[in-house]
Structures are given as structure tokens and as C-alpha cells.
């Protein structure tokens, strides 16, 4: 058959071969029939509704489902698959999608939750595996230390996950838990399953060793809709809604006058709030210098300090430079005015 007739009759002039076309007729084929099948399914692809066709797997396993989706509707390792009331996570995927997209997706067990650095409390659905059976133990000096109830958890590669380090504690346990079990983060492996270099996801699978639970600082917390989740080493957020109309921005320098001797000098801002106390941690400054010197002028800023000096051939006396600086977090700002002196 001429093969451009071929084309011409099925309207697909953008295939290049024989083997183009076929493909293009299967997945078209593939697509008109995908609703016909007995396991097609619209389940929910990380929250959005999505067309998949679930196998249950030969090996027996109810934990695990074969899934496949139309060639123009692709998946990625890592996506949440809300089916019959349960989070599923796809851990495997076969990157040969000709035909279609194909993979695994694997039951969650496990919320795991966290605070992260900002404070706010963070959840993702893990697929879980005992991992107590895979352990040999750590060698101290004198001593060997025989692993014991370890999880393995595979959780998807996100930009909250990729932040999660060893020595990170969790609570896994029943929320209404008195005094919950508390794992400690051991091991993570971030390559084992990782297709984000062709922007089709991936997964990191962690290893949590027992821990002791900590009183003082693993806290039952609100999680909304009037429900209490438990959080290991919970800190209290900073109020966000702190009233800063009291604050007050102040400029330190031994001088209202600067002469041209190169010599650097150092001015200094500071942030205080109703009370006069110094406001130190998270406090970013920006500072603007405006004069008609500013040839002769040699700034370095540098936090809430800035450094500044007067060329000695500098022969303005009289002009004004005038220093400002405000905070980033309140807005406030101060400034002060230089006068050029002459040197005697």
C-alpha cells in the first residue's frame, strides 16, 4: 500500500514510517476501547480525576496493583493514586510507552508527618515494609547494636521530602496513642527509583529505626478538622502576626561628620521592639546611599552594618550623604546625614 495514501485516509501525514503509523493506529485503538475494559477505573491522580485500567498482580500480593494508562495520558513514579478509598503510591514505572503507560502502584500504610522548617506541619502516604529482617546491626567500640523494629518506607520526591535527613524523629503510631512509638531516621536512599532527569518523577525510600519517645519535646498537636496528630521534636511556630507598630529601626555612628582620609568607618542599625530589646535572629536590612560623592565613596554592606569610606582627594566639604536603612521584616526604617568635613 502506498504509504502516503495511508496516511492520507487515517489523517495522521505527520507519521514517518510504516511503524509510525501502526503505533499511531494501536493508540488510537487502545484509546476508543479504554473504558470497555472490566478493570477500567477513574480514580484521582494526586487529587485530579484520571483514567486507569488496575490488574491485580499474579503473585497474590493485595498490596500491590498493575496499572496502565492511554499513551497520551502519562503517570510518574511518586503520583498519589486515591482508589476505593486508599491512597496508592506508583513505584514502578516502564519507561517503554509506545503502546501505553504502565507500572505498579503500591497500598499505603503509614502517614508520616513532620514539622518542617518553617513550622508547618507536613504529611505524606508511605508504602511500608518491615526492614527489622534486612538488619545487621552497627558496630560501636566494644559493642554491637543489633537493629530492631525498623520501617522501610518509600515516599515520593518532592520538594518537602528531599529536606527529610538522618537523626529526623517520627511518630508512627495510633493518633490516640498516650506515649506513641517513635522511629528515628537511619538511612535514605534517593537513586534507587529516581526518573527525575526525564521528568517523569520518583520515589526515596527511608529506613526508621526505633526511638525512644521524648516528652518534653514529641507533642499531640492540632492538625485541623478537629483532628490531634502526633509530632516528634515539636517546636512552637513564631506568631506570625506579631505587632511591630511599637518597633522602633536605630542608626548607630560616632559622627554626623565623615572627612575624606580613606579610613573606613563602621555604621550599624538595629531593630527594637516596645520594650527596647534587640531583635537579632531573621532581621534582614537593606541599605540605600544618596549623594553627589558617591565617585568617591567605597561602601561594603554587610547585614545591619554597613562600612563606608571618604576618598582622601575628595574636596566636597559641605555635601551631604544621606544614609538610610529599613527592615525587611517590619518595613521601619531611619536614616542619618554625613556632612563632608575638611581634615585639619
Not at 503510591?89 to 502517614?111: E, F, I
Not at 508511605?126 to 529482617?133: G, Q
Amino acid at each position: 500500500m502506498d504509504i502516503t495514501y495511508f496516511q492520507k485516509i487515517n489523517n495522521i501525514y505527520n507519521s514517518k514510517s510504516k511503524q509510525e503509523t501502526d503505533l499511531y493506529l494501536l493508540n488510537r485503538q487502545i484509546d476508543n476501547n479504554f473504558d470497555g475494559n472490566i478493570d477500567y477505573h477513574v480514580v484521582k491522580r494526586n487529587g485530579e480525576p484520571f483514567e486507569l485500567i488496575i490488574v491485580k498482580d499474579t503473585d497474590g500480593n493485595t498490596f500491590k496493583k498493575k496499572i496502565k494508562s492511554k499513551n497520551s495520558q502519562p503517570f510518574n513514579l511518586g503520583d498519589y493514586i486515591e482508589w476505593q478509598g486508599q491512597m496508592w503510591l506508583v513505584t514502578r514505572l516502564d519507561p517503554d510507552d509506545k503502546a501505553n503507560h504502565s507500572g505498579y502502584m503500591y497500598l499505603c500504610t503509614v502517614p508520616l508527618r513532620w514539622q518542617n522548617s518553617e513550622g508547618k506541619i507536613i504529611e505524606r502516604f508511605a508504602y511500608s515494609e518491615d526492614f527489622t529482617k534486612y538488619s545487621a546491626g552497627t558496630t560501636g567500640n566494644n559493642f554491637l547494636v543489633i537493629g530492631d523494629n525498623q520501617y522501610g518506607l518509600t515516599l515520593p520526591v518532592d520538594s518537602e521530602t528531599k529536606k527529610l535527613a538522618r537523626d529526623m524523629r517520627f511518630a508512627i503510631d495510633f493518633d490516640d496513642s498516650d506515649k506513641p512509638d517513635t522511629y528515628i531516621l537511619s538511612n535514605r536512599k534517593v537513586n534507587l527509583n529516581n526518573y527525575e532527569y526525564f521528568n517523569r518523577g520518583g520515589t526515596i525510600i527511608l529506613t526508621l529505626s526505633f526511638d525512644a519517645f521524648k516528652s518534653d519535646c514529641d507533642k499531640l498537636v492540632d492538625f485541623g478538622d478537629d483532628k490531634k496528630v502526633w509530632i516528634c521534636d515539636y517546636k512552637e511556630p513564631q506568631n506570625q502576626e506579631t505587632n511591630t507598630d511599637d518597633w522602633h529601626l536605630e542608626i548607630e555612628y560616632s559622627s554626623l561628620k565623615i572627612k575624606p582620609t580613606n579610613k573606613v568607618s563602621t555604621i550599624t542599625a538595629q531593630l527594637y521592639d516596645k520594650d527596647d530589646n534587640e531583635l537579632i535572629d531573621g532581621i534582614e536590612y537593606e541599605w540605600t546611599i544618596t549623594s553627589n560623592v558617591d565617585e568617591y565613596l567605597t561602601i561594603k554592606k554587610n547585614g545591619n552594618t554597613l562600612n563606608i569610606s571618604l576618598a582622601k582627594n575628595c574636596t566636597a566639604y559641605g555635601e551631604k550623604i544621606i544614609v538610610c536603612c529599613m527592615s525587611k521584616y517590619t518595613g521601619q526604617s531611619n536614616e542619618i546625614e554625613l556632612e563632608v568635613a575638611e581634615v585639619w
